[in-house]
Structure formats: C-alpha cells, structure tokens
C-alpha cells in the first residue's frame, strides 16, 4: 500500500476535533514517524462510553473529513460490534473504542516507543 500524499498533521487535528464534537475521552495521538516498523504516521485513540457514542465520533470524523480534505477512510472495521472501530486514512489510523476494550487492548503500551502528540 503507498501512503497517500496528504498532511498527516492537519489530518489529525480535524479528527481530534471531531472527537471532541461528540464527546469522545481521553483522546491521545501518537507519531509513529520515527518508529521503523509503524505502517501509518500516526494513531489517534479515543473512548466512547456506549455504541451509539462510538457510531456518532465515527460519524464526525468521516463527516468533517470528507467535508474538508475530501477524503474518505480507505477502511473502516467493526461498526457492526460498535466495540472498537478502526478508521484507516492511510497516514493516519483512527481507534475509537469502549474503556474495558482500549484497556483490555492497551495501544498505548504496545507503541510506547511513540512520541504522543500535544493536543
């Protein structure tokens, strides 16, 4: 897969943005860039307390994005559980998922060697 020639940084500010829109917590980024083996440039996790919060941050994201860069995700996985849901921008990987997932998961910890993002 070639990464799409976007601004990766720019990208992750709408999507924090719209995150925020909808009330997604504990938002973190993650620049991946300097990590070898990282197949996106960064991360952005997120928690929803419930599967109609989590369907309306995915929602958001895709609204606001397509609306201002154009873009549409080029996956998205688990809207059906509303358990987790992966949006997949290419240079930019988006996890919105329920607190006892993102702490059964644990992202964070399994990418420690990421830079987090300042929001």
């Not at 709408?14 to 440039?41: F, S, W």
């Not at 996985?77 to 998922?97: A, F, K, Q, R, T």
Request: charged share 30%; glycine share 4%.
């Amino acid at each position: 897969m070639i990464k799409k020639k976007s601004n990766s940084d720019v990208l992750v500010k709408l999507i924090v943005a719209a995150i925020e829109d909808k009330k997604g917590e504990n938002i973190k980024a993650l620049d991946l860039r300097k990590l070898g083996n990282a197949v996106t440039d960064f991360f952005v996790i997120c928690e929803a307390q419930s599967s109609p919060q989590i369907h309306a941050i995915f929602q958001s994201i895709d609204e606001k994005v397509k609306k201002t860069l154009g873009e549409d995700p080029y996956q998205v996985e688990g809207l059906s559980e509303n358990y987790w849901v992966l949006m997949d921008y290419v240079n930019v990987v988006v996890h919105i998922l329920k607190p006892e997932a993102r702490s059964f998961y644990r992202l964070e910890a399994l990418w420690a060697d990421a830079k987090y993002v300042k929001l």
